[in-house]
């Protein structure tokens, strides 16, 4: 059994209203992008990285996390592409010989032990999986004018998160179906899998503080909760 971890650093952070890419920014000691890369690097049983970032940030990143941290783990970094879903198969396309992928967003910096251990779990069984928690709130579909059509019911609907993990086979087959057509709707991994895989995906427990870095109000909240982390093993 092999095991790949796509790390994905190549998004922009327009949101952010940062010169500095979100994962990049400072997150207290390290930038944001340390964090998942640290714990991808410490799974005992995570045989690689890919980590996929702009191309003016490839050496940047060999330089600033590989080299400086000793992320040996990292096998290569390249370029990622114009949207979210051509980084993604870029980065399936420089795996070699992997079982498991797990597909991570690099500004999710509280990625843990635990998570990867029930998405590895998880695959094993069902060959597609996401981490995701049950939405805290009541969610409402609208219409094109705002107006409420429907309201799901809350026990039903989850909030999801990454690691996105795959049979590696029947995600990169389902991606080079996916961009031979119109991918302007696909926000996540699995809808990819879901569409053109036409594979089921099971949602697997993540965390509440697996947060994603998106907007500045994120940072003192990410902040708050590494307090809480070195408090509770100190």
Not at 113 to 140: F, H, Y
Not at 145 to 156: A, F
Not at 176 to 187: E, H, N, R
């Amino acid at each position: 059994m092999r095991c790949t971890g796509i790390i994905l650093a190549a998004g922009q952070g327009k949101r952010m209203n940062s010169k500095i890419q979100k994962q990049f920014l400072q997150l207290r000691e390290y930038p944001v992008l340390y964090y998942s890369l640290k714990a991808f690097q410490d799974c005992p049983w995570m045989d690689e990285i890919i980590l996929v970032t702009g191309q003016e940030e490839i050496a940047y990143c060999q330089e600033e996390f590989v080299n400086k941290y000793g992320f040996d783990k990292v096998k290569n970094i390249i370029a990622g592409g114009k949207e979210r879903y051509h980084s993604v198969q870029n980065g399936l396309a420089a795996c070699e010989k992997t079982d498991y992928v797990f597909i991570h967003d690099g500004a999710r910096p509280f990625v843990n032990q635990e998570i990867l251990d029930r998405g590895l779990s998880c695959v094993k069984q069902w060959d597609a999986c996401v981490a995701g928690m049950p939405s805290k709130d009541t969610v409402k579909i609208v219409d094109n004018e705002g107006i409420v059509c429907s309201t799901p019911d809350r026990n039903r609907v989850w909030n999801i998160q990454t690691p996105q993990v795959f049979s590696y086979s029947l995600v990169a087959n389902a991606y080079i179906q996916a961009l031979q057509g119109d991918c302007t709707m696909i926000t996540d991994d699995a809808m990819v899998v879901e569409k053109y895989g036409e594979h089921p995906v099971k949602v697997y427990e993540g965390a509440y503080k697996n947060i994603k870095i998106t907007t500045p109000e994120d940072l003192p909240v990410a902040e708050l909760f590494l307090l809480e982390d070195s408090s509770e093993t100190s």
